[in-house]
């Protein structure tokens, strides 16, 4: 079993028999607040990801990715051998290295803000630069169709905001394809075939035709089902103010999907029975 965002949605409206507008619009924040329980409570291989880059001559500061969360490691390459950096604070930075003129090849980083490391001493080279961190992955709400329209007026752009009509959907056309076919995130409310959108930055107007099918899933939703679920039933039913027995239901089937998942990312992910021998339960 596996969800796409769609097929999620539909299964949170199914166990709670809510269709109400109101609620509707708020699937995209359960599923959203559930990924972000499992992102800060389990340790997966899947939320670390490694990215290459180049510090730059009398610079002492480097971009930080956009989806950073957290360093695992640093590195940098002089004369084709990988050294790692050590992490620092800023103030260890910035006494270690009070003139940011004085460079050499970089020992020390610290995140200085949400946007750069700073490095001590400042780079006395381009050097290649590779960093190992804990990421934020795309949401399973991100997921993105294809829209068509029909008796188009002006054109629609792309990253603006469009809007149903009849429906009152909203969405954001992350890239404009032809005249009469955009690709879109998918609203949390679906379009309604028939309904006029509207651009929001450009003002074009379309009749919506068709949208295709939502067949995009993340490694949580294929890999971890339950806990994308019930978290977001948890999430669904508090929204509801649901009853106290059926709340405490979805709890503990969600600490139990966690449970699970945190004996995988955290110990069989890790290790290989032939450094650590095979897991070996008492004889009853």
Do not use: C
């Not at 990715?65 to 800023?90: G, I, M, Q, W």
């Not at 995009?216 to 999430?235: D, F, H, V």
């Not at 508090?238 to 027995?245: R, Y």
């Amino acid at each position: 079993m596996s969800y796409t965002y769609t097929t999620l949605k539909t299964a949170i409206k199914d166990y709670t028999e809510n269709q109400e507008a109101a609620f509707v619009s708020h699937l995209v924040d359960f599923i959203t607040s559930a990924e972000e329980r499992i992102l800060k409570a389990v340790d997966l291989d899947y939320f670390r990801k490694n990215v290459t880059g180049s510090t730059t001559l009398n610079n002492e500061f480097l971009a930080v990715p956009t989806d950073y969360l957290a360093s695992f490691s640093l590195s940098v390459t002089n004369s084709s051998s990988k050294e790692f950096l050590l992490h620092r604070d800023v103030n260890f930075i910035q006494e270690y290295n009070p003139n940011s003129a004085t460079t050499g090849t970089p020992k020390y980083y610290a995140l200085y803000d949400y946007q750069n490391f700073i490095l001590a001493p400042t780079p006395d080279a381009a050097y290649s630069a590779e960093l190992h961190y804990f990421y934020r992955p795309s949401s399973l709400t991100d997921s993105q169709v294809v829209l068509t329209v029909s008796s188009v007026s002006g054109t629609f752009v792309d990253n603006e905001t469009i809007t149903g009509g009849t429906s009152g959907a909203t969405t954001t056309i992350s890239e404009a394809l032809t005249s009469t076919t955009s690709r879109i995130v998918l609203p949390s409310t679906d379009f309604t075939v028939g309904e006029t959108i509207t651009g929001g930055t450009s003002g074009a107007t379309g009749v919506v035709v068709s949208t295709t099918s939502d067949t995009t899933t993340t490694w949580l939703s294929i890999n971890a089902p339950n806990a994308m679920l019930y978290g977001s039933l948890i999430e669904a039913y508090t929204f509801m103010k649901g009853e106290a027995d059926i709340l405490s239901l979805y709890q503990s089937r969600f600490v139990e999907s966690l449970s699970r998942l945190k004996n995988y990312g955290e110990a069989i992910e890790n290790t290989d029975n032939y450094r650590d021998g095979m897991v070996r339960a008492a004889r009853t």
